[in-house]
């Protein structure tokens, strides 16, 4: 198992390799095992602090035949065969960020009841999240939603969108710019993303509330 060293420029220059191959063999080679490893090193803490057992899933691309992927990740969730349907956490990249986020995405089957829970607790939601989490309702796209502009009513918007349509979905957690400091530093950035995910942690105990 690779330990895992910090992120380099380099990592996310490899967005910019033409090709579909050549960059796949690129993000095989330098990414994803850096991904597994802060994801196999999060696990235990992420599995404390859910009460349920995490297991790591890198993402493999697989049905992509032509257009390179613009991002990748490692999610930890509570299934060792998938996680697409199942509330989970995610460390990626893309090539201007990383990413650290809570996601329930377009697969789940829960996201309407989810949406009405959000909802249910929106004000205890919006003062707990800090100022510089982001928001995002599309996990295929790199802008968010900074958190200092989402108001009641925005809020209401993006979960009115999550119960009615089909491929909506909602994230929060972390971008970080490629020229952070932390992101080099593999203690500091395990750091944070712990810190992320202690924040965002009772965002997944209401998916737990909706069994």
Known sequence: MTTFTGFTQEDFDVFSIPGLENRMEAL???ISPKLEAVATELAPDVTAMTGDEMFVHVARHLRRKTNP???TWAALASNNRGYKKLPHFQIGLWESHVFIWFAVIYESPIKQDFAYKLEENKKDILDH????FVWSVDHT???AIPQSDVDSEKFSN???????VK????LCGRHIARGDG???DPGAFLDLCKETFQTLEPLYRYTKQLD
Request: positive net charge.
């Open 158 to 164: 993006m979960t009115e969108r999550l119960k009615t």
């Open 167 to 170: 491929k909506a979905e909602i």
């Open 28 to 30: 095989r080679e330098r």
């Open 69 to 71: 992927p613009n991002d």
């Open 141 to 143: 796209k790199p802008e």
């Open 182 to 184: 932390r992101l080099k």
């Open 129 to 132: 999240i800090p100022e510089d």
